[in-house]
């Protein structure tokens, strides 16, 4: 069975701070893939990025930074220099290649960012 | 061009009522998901089809869900006698198919379905 946990319940910075996200999955297999998604108060998932258990090459993107490593089980998640647009909930989710397409999701962190 | 869309966005219905909620993929993604958010937590994966059969149904909570999807594109999650656990937003993917593999799943604005 496939497991995703967001240990952080609700993170509360002030605008220009960076916020730095926490995920650990659990799997057997060796095929997975790992996603963030991102929900603001609208509640429509926003995809943000999809890594692949082979690929542990961390990404950049503008001030969106992610940080996997397998010898942990982790795919942290950090945003630079936050601003008031970045608060909303976060998901972390697995994709498992045995299992089929089903993504298990994690609980979930809210960030507020106050300005 | 235009996202995944669902119908309706709100509905409120009475416990023991039959529901229909509906699902507008993105033109040319060949799988569907149906996932289930209650308040405060992450989606849970209910169904997904590929084309028109249903891949996996393991989510489904129970014989009272039912999901169809036709002519493989557009869909619908049935709900039978509802209870007012049943309340919850209901959201609905799509992904397109990659070689053999299926890209990342894009979300609809999803259902709120409230059981009174």
């Known amino acids: 069975a496939q497991k995703v946990t967001q240990a952080q319940t609700e993170i509360s910075v002030v605008e220009k701070e960076d916020v730095t996200l926490d995920c650990v999955y659990e799997?057997?297999?060796?095929?997975?893939?790992l996603f963030w998604y991102k929900q603001p108060p609208s509640g429509e998932l926003v995809f943000l990025i999809r890594?692949?258990?082979?690929?542990?090459q961390n990404e950049i993107s503008g001030r969106y930074s992610w940080n996997f490593q397998k010898s942990t089980s982790s795919f942290n998640f950090t945003i630079t220099a936050s601003q008031v647009v970045d608060s909303a909930v976060y998901f972390c989710a697995l994709r498992v290649k045995a299992a089929g397409n089903k993504l298990t999701f994690g609980g979930g962190t809210r960030v507020l960012v106050k300005p | 061009g235009a996202g995944v869309s669902q119908t309706p966005s709100n509905k409120v219905t009475e416990k023991g009522k039959y529901v229909e909620l509906r699902c507008d993929p993105i033109s040319g993604h060949t799988a569907l998901y149906w996932y289930r958010q209650s308040l405060g937590q992450g989606p849970e994966f209910l169904i997904y089809f590929q084309g028109t059969g249903a891949a996996d149904d393991s989510g489904l909570p129970n014989d009272r869900f039912f999901a169809v999807r036709p002519e493989g594109s557009v869909s619908t999650l049935k709900i039978q006698r509802t209870e007012r656990g049943d309340s919850a937003v209901y959201l609905c993917?799509?992904?397109?198919?990659?070689?053999?593999?299926?890209?990342?799943?894009?979300f609809g604005p999803g259902t709120r379905l409230t059981v009174l």
């Open positions: 890594r692949n258990s082979f690929d542990e």
């Open positions: 993917a799509s992904s397109s198919l990659s070689g053999s593999s299926y890209n990342e799943q894009f």
């Open positions: 799997t057997r297999d060796t095929t997975y893939y």
